[in-house]
């Protein structure tokens, strides 16, 4: 059975500070690995990954894929209040099935 | 561009009655999925849909039910409605079948009383 496990489930920190989520996979048919954020509405999509050690980067967050591990990190520097939300990992298996984590809740205190 | 539109936003059902929600894919995307988003279970996937075809089914029951037209959008329908189906269904689209981001709707807030 497909499993996706993001940790932590949820994090508090600090205007300023960086944070990395992680999530960990066993899926089957894997294709490439989505990450998205969801405030009160919709997931929006951040970064799509498909092949292992190349970081993607876009404005202070970046992200990395470990294919061998099984597992992708999710980096937030210099974080803002604005980033509060969840974060959602997502390995694409065959054809567009996503099969999403838990999500790991940030909180941004100013 | 426009994006990913889904009607109703919100609805409420009662036991038993069926609903059909509605989603229009960005333009140019063909690939349509549909999932569902509890506090439970959090974002599962109900079905795909491309050139008019359901290619992928997730675990769902058979009152789950979808269809896509040739202008790509898509309906999804559940009928005899349930407790817990009250939840946020999400459509998706991306341009083809394969390996392309998707791109999630606002949703339709469902609620089942």
């Known amino acids: 059975e497909d499993k996706v496990v993001q940790s932590p489930l949820s994090l508090v920190v600090h205007e300023g500070d960086t944070v990395t989520l992680n999530c960990s996979y066993e899926v089957t048919n894997f294709r490439s690995l989505l990450w998205y954020k969801q405030e009160k509405k919709a997931p929006t999509f951040l970064f799509m990954l498909t092949s292992s050690g190349i970081e993607k980067k876009s404005g202070r967050l970046s992200s990395i894929l470990d294919k061998k591990e099984l597992f992708s990190i999710l980096n937030i520097t210099a974080t803002q209040t604005g980033d509060s939300a969840i974060y959602l990992c997502?390995?694409?298996?065959?054809?567009?099935?996503?099969?999403f984590g838990q999500g790991t809740r940030l909180t941004i205190n100013p | 561009k426009a994006g990913v539109t889904q009607t109703p936003r919100y609805l409420i059902k009662t036991r038993g009655q069926q609903v059909t929600l509605s989603c229009s894919p960005i333009s140019g995307h063909r690939s349509v999925s549909w999932y569902q988003q509890t506090p439970g279970q959090g974002l599962q996937f109900l079905f795909e849909?491309?050139?008019?075809?359901?290619?992928n089914k997730g675990n769902f029951p058979g009152r789950f039910s979808g269809r896509q037209f040739s202008n790509s959008r898509s309906e999804m329908n559940v009928s005899t409605l349930e407790l817990g189906d009250s939840a946020l269904y999400l459509c998706a689209s991306s341009l083809s079948l394969w390996g392309d981001t998707q791109y999630f709707g606002p949703g339709t807030r469902l609620t089942v009383l």
């Open positions: 849909y491309f050139s008019e075809t359901q290619r």
């Open positions: 997502a390995p694409a298996k065959e054809a567009q099935k996503l099969v």
